[in-house]
């Protein structure tokens, strides 16, 4: 059981800035997403766009401006459940929340704070016959353990940079790799194209386009698959099929936690953005009341009010005193300290 | 300046006359999430970037539409449901040409 002060389910940039808001007030946190790695949908979708609205940035770039803010609450030493979605949750006698993600993994604290933005991203799936009964039967929409296509025959199909990477990543181990892409062209960033150029070169990466997956066939498991390129149908044998067209995201299993949910959003009290079960609080996109703007920095102004409330709920018998950071400076968890230089105050007629 | 009419079939087949503003920049994602004809949170989701192709729309009149960009290509091209038509509805701003358009939005 991972035990903190705030768990925070969704580690996009409202998440992230929780975790320092809650650090000013000696609280731990602990974030879990369903991606592999923190950053929602600016790491995700987005990384390389620029943001204009992110206050005292007149431009950052998505990706960046996660860095930024991973580098600021790195200090607060938050721990992070990451490729696993938060399932469900109990409320114990002693009032503290214990949260179980679909690997199983258990959290508790007295506080649970939602940032899950528009929700937990689920694969987008292809229009295949019977493309459920293959799944986990030999295709798989996230990869998980890499080693287990070392020697495999495995067909990826996508255009963007999870495609062109993981190719890249299971030829350099030695699977047997095929890249089906609709269009001549990939969308990855130019040096991902280059490489798998240079292994199509090698003979280590067959990329077959403007082609699509049509048919997947096998009794028990997938067998083959049916490449259609240019009105030609050919058949590929294959053990596993990796379909990487992009995820798409879902509310998922918080829409069954009891929650008040208006329009795929959970409806907030403004005062702190509690919802109607005192101790979890939603916070960012995936809140909703009279006049919400789904902004970064909305999210940033209802993460610190938050905490304030948090605070009385963990410390209920602890006075908060509002400071300054100026003034106040930073105490990490880490044992680092920030504060501002003291001026020198010295007289120049002695 | 006076608003214009767009027609809109949303996802479960209903048909909608909307009055578009041409004065405030908006485009097309944009006028239907204002309108509220997609549940809220799938379309639109990468808020305009044309980066996820959750607001991929056919084109059902003959209206002249900005040319498509190199990024939008590549989105529909790795979408679902795509037709010789679609287009990603963040990418055409409307202005007083596109008046009469008429346009049905894809599935998700």
New interface residues.
Partial sequence: MIKTDIIIIGAGPTGLFTVFEAGLLKLKCHLIDTLPQAGG?CSE??PK?PIYDIPGFPEILAGDLIKNLMEQCKQFKPGFTLGERAEDIIKKKDGTFVVTTNKGTKHQAPVVAIAGG??SFEP?K??LDRLDFYEDKGVEYIIKEPEIYRGKKVVIA???DSALDWSIFLANINADITLV???N?F?GALDSVEKVRELKNKNKINVITPAEVTKISGRDKLESLTITSKNTETELLADHFIPL??L??R?GPIANWGLEVE???IKVDTFDYQTNIPGIFAIGDVNTYSGKLKLILCGFHEATLMCQSAHKIIHPDKKNVFRYTTVSGVNGFDGSRKEAKKPVIQSINN | MSDINIFIKDRDGVSHNIKAPIDISINLMELIRLH?LA????LG???G?A????CQCYIESSHPLPKME??EE??L?????VKENSRLSCQININAKLSGLSLEIAP?
Wanted: glycine share 14%; hydrophobic share 30%; with cysteine.
């Fill in positions: 949908q979708i987005y766009k528009l929700g987008k292809p229009i996508g255009g963007g892409h609709r269009r062209e969308r067209f992009g798409s995201p509310l329009k795929n959003a | 509220e549940e809220e949170g799938t989701i990468c808020g970037t980066m996820c192709a959750s190199a990024e590549a989105m091209s790795e979408a679902f449901y998700e």
